[in-house]
């Protein structure tokens, strides 16, 4: 398969991802489908064309780790678990609901391929690092992924991380930060101001790369770009669009934490055919 | 008298002696490994140590993903740092995913002496007790800590192991074995039972003589489990000796003391008295003048087990 075909089926499983993301969310009834949304072209990159895993054996020692460390994103990376083979498509809609192993927040007790139970933001990159020195006391060659969201970045641990994993020189630790501008309250400028957001990595002693986060091409570069990096951590900082693919969710601060309702369902899926 | 030896020191040991045998071992610290004695670790295991700077939360999330990978952090910091400063991660990354790290926090309790409340934990206790899955030790000397480190690397999930700053008497020969969740009886006596947990032990032991001088026979329960607790222990001290004295340098809210009442109450409510910090910070001074201050003397046991003894009594007598 060449690139330019590899590209076309990213964007064909990014679609599908997408789509689950809406359902999910709706039969939940609750959910993040806006930051979702924004990662998901990050995220199915990441499990189609980048991670060495074998979902037949999701504890292989030599797997790559994949970190969510923003963890309300769940649906995305149950979305993706689930195309990669993990578990069963039609456990999707499972999400959120009593006895399902589809926490609202990744459980990594419950569902095969979470690599870390996470939720309670800015504890992810840290997880990641610990990863990446175990890989390099036990002389294996896997490499540890982090997704980081943007307001994420305003605790305090993400810099505590940055410092150690600068310090400790893990060339072996990619982070994608996930720059959809809005959090909660509002747009991330105002809540809290992060940047100049590469400046920062960049002083922490990260080798950072901003890309645009919808485009393939530039995702696959930059993250060929990180493996080739020695003696220094990699920051992928990804511009995206918060309910990135649905056009009544871009942009919309208010599509974080809120499930689409059925006639919305379906406009939805229509602009994702 | 008995030798003297800090657990701090005799953990910062058993590192190094189990750190052999066990190659999976890493132990981490937060700029603190002189005082954690981590250091005789890291003179043996350079790599297999990591320093992580004044970072705590950072510190317990890496050993998250330590133990992810297949290794037994043994993360060290101050008690109060440990659980208080990085309680989240604790919570969040270590105990709700189940993972196989164990927290050696030191300085525990009131007896850091000089530095004062703010490097006093006296709330550690409560927190790890609460989260589900932590198994929670407090040893009372060197030997038990040895002991402790060595059952936290057969217990498969997270452990906290509190320490002292202080020298504490040797009270258990060579040939004494830990088993975790077991308390164990040092004196036996019909007429009350102090539990009591890590330093208090000692203070225990020698309220114990004091008392039997005065012709009170007391039972003496070393609980240096306190999650899972040795409920069955404490029930039969209950049933056996009619009232229960707990001595910890602990918050008497939500340590030791909440945990026995606990069981009482559930299963066999007897005369019981609490000795612990009675919900209040500490201040500087030296150890010996706060144990005393603050009401964690063998003479207090001694008050506290024959007010139990007369609560007893009257009971009968009703």
């Known amino acids: 398969m060449n690139r330019e075909e590899l590209i076309e089926q990213l964007k064909a499983k990014a679609k599908e991802i997408r789509r689950h993301i809406i359902r999910m969310t709706a039969a939940a009834g609750s959910g993040h489908p806006g930051g979702s949304l924004s990662a998901t072209d990050i995220v199915t990159a990441l499990y189609f064309a980048v991670l060495r895993l074998n979902p037949g054996n999701p504890n292989d020692p030599d797997r790559d780790r994949f970190i969510l460390s923003k963890g309300h994103a769940a649906p995305l990376l149950y979305a993706a678990l689930a195309e990669r083979g993990f578990f069963p498509l039609a456990e999707l809609l499972t999400l959120r609901k009593l006895g399902s192993r589809l926490q609202g927040h990744p459980d990594m007790r419950k569902l095969p391929g979470v690599e870390m139970s996470t939720g309670s933001l800015g504890q992810g990159l840290s997880v990641g690092v610990g990863m990446a020195l175990a890989a390099r006391l036990d002389g294996r060659d896997y490499r540890v992924y982090v997704l980081l969201g943007d307001g994420e970045c305003q605790e305090g641990q993400v810099w505590e991380a940055a410092m150690a994993a600068a310090h400790y020189r893990l060339d072996n630790l990619i982070a994608f930060l996930d720059y959809n501008g809005l959090q909660i309250d509002g747009p991330v400028a105002e809540v809290m101001n992060l940047e100049p957001l590469a400046e920062k990595w960049r002083a922490f002693g990260w080798h950072v790369q901003e890309i645009d986060g919808h485009n393939f091409a530039e995702i696959l570069d930059a993250v060929a770009r990180a493996q080739e990096v020695k003696g220094k951590p990699n920051m992928i900082i990804a511009r995206t669009v918060k309910g990135k693919g649905v056009s009544f969710m871009e942009n919309q601060v208010d599509w974080h934490g809120v499930a689409p309702k059925p006639e919305q369902v379906e406009i939805a899926l229509a602009e994702l055919e | 008298m008995a030798e003297k030896i800090a657990t701090r020191d005799a953990y910062g040991k058993a590192l190094v002696e189990l750190g052999e045998e066990w190659p999976e071992v890493v132990v981490l610290d937060a700029d603190l490994a002189k005082s954690t004695k981590t250091i005789l670790f890291k003179k043996r295991f350079p790599e297999r140590f990591f320093d992580f700077g004044v970072a705590e939360q950072n510190m317990f999330g890496v050993a998250a993903g330590l133990a992810a990978a297949g290794k037994i952090p043994f993360c060290s910091t101050f008690a109060v740092f440990a659980a208080g400063r990085a309680f989240d991660q604790i919570r969040q990354s270590i ?196 144990l005393k201050k603050y009401g964690l003397t063998p003479a207090h046991l001694v008050e506290a087990v024959k007010e139990v003894i007369s609560r007893k009594k009257s009971l009968f007598h009703r």
């Open chain 2, 95 to 290: 105990a709700y995913p189940r993972l196989n790290v164990k927290i050696g926090a030191s300085h525990a309790g009131i007896t850091v002496g000089e530095d004062g409340a703010s490097h006093q934990a006296i709330e550690d206790l409560a927190l790890m007790r609460a989260l589900p899955g932590m198994t929670v030790f407090v040893p009372a000397d060197a030997v038990e800590t040895y002991g402790a480190v060595r059952a936290a690397l057969e217990i498969d999930g997270p452990v906290y192991i509190r320490l002292g700053r202080a020298p504490v008497p040797v009270i258990h020969g060579p040939d004494f074995v830990f088993r975790p969740g077991e308390a164990v009886c040092l004196r036996e006596g019909k007429d009350a039972t102090i539990i009591a947990t890590g330093i208090m032990v000692a203070q225990a032991l020698e309220a114990a003589q004091a008392l039997a001088a005065e012709g009170i026979e007391v039972r003496v329960l070393d609980m240096h489990t306190l999650k899972p607790l040795d409920a069955a222990a404490v029930v039969r001290a209950a049933l056996e000796t009619g009232a229960v004295v707990t001595a910890e340098e602990h918050n008497i809210i939500g340590g030791l003391g909440s945990a026995v009442a606990e069981v009482l109450g559930e299963e066999c409510p007897v005369p019981l008295k609490r000795v612990g910090i009675r919900d209040v910070f500490g201040e500087s001074g030296k150890p010996e003048e706060l």
